[in-house]
């Protein structure tokens, strides 16, 4: 209960996509070479709610970011109203998940979306005259500068439905244009453009952290032949990070370690030597007096009792 009510009182709900590559070096099922990665491996799809994982699936690396990516998200967002059906939730993904069919769905859902827009041509002419001011504003401070417009957006191509709300970002950096672009089912009346583009879109880059964090828990140990046995493999990865965060969320809150890296827990308060021995009616585990961080391992026991 007091969970919904936080939920509740938060009211909005971000949830974010990320397909990453998991590197393979032998004939797995599902083995593809993928160009952008240069490499053989799978095409796991990730879904966070901040760091919190909500889905891992494995899949073969012949196919589409966003393939596969409607059902899960369904799947999440039905479970989430049955528990929180007044909070309000918003999808984040880069270019790759700009599909049609993923941003149909949200629109009939009531799911708000805010996806990167791969940059092409006719993109970029639209945006000229606000790459040419943010050309001049470097010119005269030498310091990078950004222009933020929006504009209703639809492709030639009829790849989308329907024209939808994009923002553009005319940054000018180096000495050379970096124009970025969002698409967007939240109105400008609520998200000023460049806020959203700054502060919503950008923020779903800490998932990158998520993510890493899982193969620093052995996701990249899929060797086995079959991809049902490493998409098991990859839900025990899940298995413990979901144990490592709630050790960093409750035991090692108001800590150094409190943001800690996974990979940091685990070398410094777990990947210790000790003597355990185990009696009728406890488990003692003898550490080193050296232990550099007895007072830490001793407050982290502490809160994990509470």
Known sequence: ARVGEVLDAIYELFIDLDATDDPLHGHQEGRFFHGYYDCYCHLPLYIFCGDHVLCARLRPSSIGPAVGSKKEVARIVERIRLR??????????DSGFCVD??????????VEYVLGLARNKRLEALVADALAEAKQQWEVTGKPARVFIEFEHETLSGTWNRKRRVVAKA??????SNPRFIVTSLAAETSEKRALYEETYCARGDMENRIKEQFVLFADRVSAS????NQLRIYFSVIAYTLMNGLRRLGLRATALATAQVGTIRLKLLKIGALVRVTVRKVWVRMASSYPYQELFAQVVQQLRQ
Do not use: S, Y
């Not at 069919?101 to 009531?110: A, R, V």
């Open 226 to 229: 079959t991809m049902r046995a």
């Open 84 to 93: 929180w059906p007044r909070v309000r939730i918003i999808l984040r993904g």
């Open 171 to 176: 940054e000018h950096i180096d000495g050379k």
């Open 101 to 110: 069919e993923l941003m149909t769905w949200c629109e009939q859902n009531h």
